[in-house]
């Protein structure tokens, strides 16, 4: 095929608030409410933190007009009721409420075919009651941590039937109570959702995922064939001091990177060899380092002990079952990837983020995919996530052929 087939490892999907009462039931709808009022105090408390005008300002001019202006005025956010901050989160103008194409099937059409991409991986946005992903401050029960989940989850699989097979969501969970999350993946799979599951990257007071517990998580996404994912987005809270989000951002990629060890020294990879880990929106030259000292601590003679049981070496287990989805890989971390293995890379749009590529995604491609070989860019750019994922190569391929950039849009930025 002439057109270069594009699937995106990393989007984002979430409903504006309101859209999640058809999924919960009613008698959570007053303390959704609750929630969503807090998570926007909390989010406006960080304004030039997490967001500041500056990153509005050029969002909106790389996006163009279909993003609207939204003005920060700290001064103000004290004054603003309760109906103001729940506008706020559905108001597109708004860099804390989700862009139109987070969840209108439409326009996230649109933007994927001006971006060229056919197919996509989709992670959350949006959850309700935080699903464990965000929101430090405002203590939630399980069991609204959990219907938060299922709605989301259930709005998710309707989207994604929105555009079947074009779509490969990402099922949310938590680990309170492992059965009840093994039989949350089985019925999500089931609703459509394919794309894999979402681990917590902190397990919180559970034991984290070295422990015999999260044994049946590993069996259930072998036996279904859903990958496991890490994506960053987490780490601990640090506070409101003036480093504070210097801290987050320091170490938000270190706290993803945690999965891949306790999965090779508790000897997941070595009892369930069909079960897959992703590692999303972390950088990929990381991996580089992370394998070099695991593979000297393997040749230690203490870890003769440690790694009773194992077949493989870590760099091994990393072979057979891992991949890196590497959103919007730069230049310099792309020049590692013969290191790492052509074959362990997937690229990601990070859509619709503000440090993604969208909607300028030939110019991205262009600075890290233009002197590439052809071969190598197909395979990065596309190629791997069939391997991974359960995608349709003979749909893809036909709206590659209609909406796919060419080798030389690719070289050219166009």
Request: include cysteine; charge should be negative; charged fraction near 25%.
């Amino acid at each position: 095929m002439s057109k270069i087939l594009i699937v995106s490892s990393d989007g984002h999907a979430g409903a504006l608030p309101a859209m999640y009462e058809e999924y919960m039931p009613s008698r959570h709808h007053e303390a959704a409410r609750a929630w969503w009022l807090s998570f926007a105090r909390e989010m406006l408390s960080r304004a030039g933190t997490f967001f500041d005008q500056e990153a509005v300002d050029a969002y909106k001019e790389g996006a163009g007009d279909e993003v609207g202006l939204f003005t920060l005025n700290p001064a103000d956010l004290p004054k603003l009721g309760d109906e103001t901050l729940l506008q706020m989160l559905s108001d597109e103008k708004s860099p804390f409420a989700p862009r139109r194409g987070e969840f209108d099937p439409d326009a996230r059409t649109r933007d994927l075919d001006g971006d060229g991409v056919a197919g996509e991986i989709v992670f959350p946005q949006m959850v309700p009651f935080g699903g464990g992903l965000i929101q430090y401050r405002d203590p939630v029960s399980p069991e609204l941590n959990l219907e938060g989940i299922r709605a989301y989850n259930r709005w998710l699989a309707d989207f994604c039937k929105a555009n079947p097979g074009r779509h490969a969501g990402v099922v949310v969970i938590n680990v309170d109570d492992i059965d009840v999350t093994v039989r949350e993946i089985r019925e999500a799979k089931e609703m459509g959702l394919w794309g894999g599951v979402l681990l917590p990257t902190s397990t919180g007071e559970h034991p984290f995922y070295h422990h015999p517990r999260y044994e049946p998580l590993w069996a259930v996404c072998e036996e279904l064939d859903m990958p496991l994912h890490s994506h960053s987005g987490w780490s601990p809270d640090y506070g409101d001091a003036p480093a504070s989000t210097a801290m987050y951002i320091t170490e938000v990629d270190q706290w993803a990177h945690r999965l891949f060890a306790p999965l090779v020294w508790s000897g997941a990879f070595e009892r369930h060899p069909g079960l897959k880990l992703v590692l999303t929106e972390t950088g990929c030259s990381w991996i580089l380092e992370a394998l070099r000292s695991l593979e000297a601590k393997t040749d230690l003679p203490i870890f003769k002990y440690f790694s009773k049981g194992l077949s493989l070496r870590p760099k091994e287990y990393f072979a057979r079952q891992c991949w890196i989805g590497a959103s919007f890989m730069p230049p310099a971390e792309g020049e590692d990837r013969h290191r790492i293995g052509i074959d362990k890379l997937l690229w990601g749009t990070d859509y619709p983020h503000l440090e993604g590529t969208w909607p300028n995604t030939m110019k991205s491609l262009h600075a890290t995919f233009g002197d590439y070989p052809e071969d190598e860019m197909r395979t990065i750019l596309g190629g791997n996530a069939f391997d991974v994922y359960g995608f349709n190569r003979e749909q893809l391929t036909g709206i590659a052929a209609r909406i796919g950039p060419t080798l030389d849009d690719i070289r050219a930025g166009a």
